[in-house]
């Protein structure tokens, strides 16, 4: 037998607990390049561009071209 709770957690608080497990609104800023909304320490999706260079080219079609 594994350890086990000895009380029993009543409703109110386990709804208590789980209402701080609620997802927050990412954050969102503007990327710089084409001023798309982007997710920070990321790469812009739509023009390819993480802190102002160009990471990944975004003239071919944006799926199966993304081994190099
Ligand atoms: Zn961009």
Do not use: D
Not at 31 to 37: A, D, E, S, T
């Amino acid at each position: 037998m594994g350890a086990l709770p000895k009380k029993k957690r009543t409703r109110a608080r386990r709804g208590n607990r789980q209402s701080s497990y609620v997802m927050k609104t990412p954050s969102v800023s503007r990327c710089h390049q084409c001023q798309n909304p982007v997710r920070p320490h990321h790469m812009c999706s739509s023009c390819g561009y993480y802190n102002g260079r160009e990471v990944i080219t975004k003239t071919e079609t944006p799926t199966g071209s993304e081994n190099n």
